[in-house]
């Protein structure tokens, strides 16, 4: 079955149209990886994983009925051949009639400094919004499979909290993804380390399909995957957060490890995240419960029990504080 | 058997002593990297290995009967319980009989500067001294056998060149030696860049045994090196230099790769390292055709054609270069 034709076979009509509809989806990081796709065209991963969303840190879109396509992506219009534009429109292309064209106003209300992704939360919040603005009222479950099609863990950022993407079985992806777990745990922190927001020099979604096809050490990932996905759910089950942090950073070394073993090889390391590794490392060696864990960039995410907040934002005067649980 | 026993029965006995033996023996820089043994006491590999030699960079070291074990390390004595001391004349006590006492001075003819271990160019220019002092004649291949029980890398540098360290299969290491493969191909250049020269946070032989007990991608390291080793063989065979370059990098990340899996992460990478490696690859963009390779600390070895030493200097002021064929 093709893409078009699932679709096809779920969406509901279009009958009853807004004039405008607007919704938010929180940036989410995951403390298990996603990394690598068994399928491409319905973005299915290899391997389940869990994440903690950020809060009010996500993305805010608004469509608008119109006479023509229009974006506007923090505040500035974009040209329609910017690929972010092309690849936005090409996603809306699979939910709307031909008939419709948007106005989609989109801000990240994450600081640019933090150099996050954005595409999850924009994504997430670009099909809220389209289920609003057709008035389709869609399950979170449903919302989250189709948030899945733009962008794999963008099916994540559905929600708030720790969440949980099933990978399923099945070819359509109708039973990959995502659910919560568990929607609070207010000792948890994480501080946002921005060491470059330059564009990567290889896209996440090249690099893992690289990693996926080149790396001797992929076979093992899904399995390295699944046993981390057991450690932390137990962990946030037992409220064991030192168990939680340790199998973040565990799991985020395991995933650079087999990017370095593509041919050729994926260092998504600079020097200055080795420094902050090495610095993780050595507030650990001197008694300061810290861990970090980094997705496909060079970024650091520190994470810490919210009474450590002071002496962690004292050892990294850069990081940028968040409170996952705030929204 | 136990390795007191094998000695025992393959060491020549003592009967002729000289007063004074000398010795010297290059260091190596491994372009298929061992890492792992399969057996701790007789230093057995899990894999086999291939390294050049450094030409006139490497150990010299002079034994003379004594009164009292004496220890000389670059001109300046070392305190019987200096661990070095320890670890060398528990060596040495393997082959000698008790009587003999030895002064020792042993001296690297690497800069200081270049941050090279040094145990397998001194492990194996003290079994060539002793074999001297002895005047037990061992050919090569025993001096090789006997080297890689001090320190598993020191089998490969009894010789210079292109040398391969065959893994074996025997309990007893009778099969685990190294042999000369071509001595000769002197397009070949390295350099060394010196990253730092502290004392590691980790030994190698802790870090491969972390490595092998713990990392989920060790399992696959020795299909890797099984793979990589046919690469360099063959490419020593067509002189392509091309693949020699580009294996030995591969091999080093892949390697580095299986320990930051370990459990805790081992990463010998510091700032410096990884900057100078994304420097090596942009110089590749350009055009310049520079690899590296890495062993278990934060150093980089350059690889280039001898053509393009000018160049490789150029962008890497600090780099020592060496050329591995003058003796």
Redesign the interface.
Known sequence: MTLEQYLANTLPGVTDIKDVSRAFAPSNIALCKYWGKRQEEFNLPVNSSLSISLGNLGTETSLECSNTDILILNGEELDSSDPFSTRLFNYIDLFRPPSIKLKIETSNTIPTAAGLASSASGFAAVIKALSDLFSWDLSDQRLSEYARIGSGSACRSIYHGFVLWEKGEKHDGSDSFAHLINNSWTDLRLAILDVCSDKKAISSRDAMNRTASSS??F??WS??AQSDLALLLNAIEEKDLHLLMKTA??NA??M???M??A???I?Y???????M??KVWACRSSGLSVYFTMDAGPNLKLLYHKDDEAEVLKQFPDAISVNPFVT
Chains 1, 2 share one sequence.
């Open positions: 001797p050490y076979t093992q399995d390295i950073e565990s070394m395991a650079h490890a087999s370095m073993a041919q050729p090889t260092l390391f600079l020097a200055e995240s080795v420094e590794m090495h």
